[in-house]
T-cell receptor
Framework: GNSVTQMEGPVTLSEEAFLTINCTYTATGYPSLFWYVQYPGEGLQLLLKATKADDKGSNKGFEATYRKETTSFHLEKGSVQVSDSAVYFCALGPGAQKLVFGQGTRLTINP | DAGVIQSPRHEVTEMGQEVTLRCKPISGHDYLFWYRQTMMRGLELLIYFNNNVPIDDSGMPEDRFSAKMPNASFSNLKIQPSEPRDSAVYFC??????????FGSGTRLTVV
């Protein structure tokens, strides 16, 4: 079946540091891949998505590329801000139907 | 669009009481999902609907849990009787085609 593995957290960085959160997956077929972000006390919000191999999703300075050869969808940002502190979830699925979520990675950015 | 609307935002109830959580999905979305989030188990899918029909309820933990979607604009999740281990944040989400989910803000349930 489909599954997602995220790097374990928590991750703590200083402001303006480079961020990578690793995500690898196993899947049958051709799923879409997603990154969601959850700020304290809120629901998950879609951050970015990619629907096919080699697609790059991007939003708010975050990027992730759908790599079929390495079955990965790593999240990156060149310069993080304190406001990026949140929990990040990688997910895969056919999109509208049942998504499979990773366990989440808690990110803390210190000023 | 107002997004996915859940009510109440917080619910505190005594063990043994019935609890009802409500969700209004985004108009036009044809999938609706109920999730539970706890520190111990993370995000768990409880049940999902397509065009108001339950498709997969294998994540519903016990018969104490039930969910209905009587029409395209409303769903509820009931727990009867409630137990302290049901304390969690319950999220509703809706989606259309391949666009991914839109989540509500959640209901924080505390059973004492």
């Amino acid at each position: 079946g489909n599954s997602v593995t995220q790097m374990e957290g928590p991750v703590t960085l200083s402001e303006e540091a480079f961020l990578t959160i690793n995500c690898t997956y196993t899947a049958t077929g051709y799923p879409s891949l997603f990154w969601y972000v959850q700020y304290p006390g809120e629901g998950l919000q879609l951050l970015l998505k990619a629907t096919k191999a080699d697609d790059k999703g991007s939003n708010k300075g975050f990027e992730a590329t759908y790599r079929k050869e390495t079955t990965s969808f790593h999240l990156e940002k060149g310069s993080v801000q304190v406001s990026d502190s949140a929990v990040y979830f990688c997910a895969l699925g056919p999109g509208a139907q049942k998504l499979v979520f990773g366990q989440g990675t808690r990110l803390t950015i210190n000023p | 669009d107002a997004g996915v609307i859940q009510s109440p935002r917080h619910e505190v109830t005594e063990m043994g009481q019935e609890v009802t959580l409500r969700c209004k999905p985004i108009s036009g979305h044809d999938y609706l999902f109920w999730y539970r989030q706890t520190m111990m188990r993370g995000l768990e899918l409880l049940i999902y609907f397509n065009n108001n029909v339950p498709i997969d309820d294998s994540g519903m933990p016990e018969d104490r849990f039930s969910a209905k979607m009587p029409n395209a604009s409303f769903s509820n999740l009931k727990i009867q009787p409630s137990e302290p281990r049901d304390s969690a944040v319950y999220f509703c989400a809706s989606s259309l085609h391949r666009d991914g989910y839109t989540f509500g803000s959640g209901t924080r349930l505390t059973v004492v």
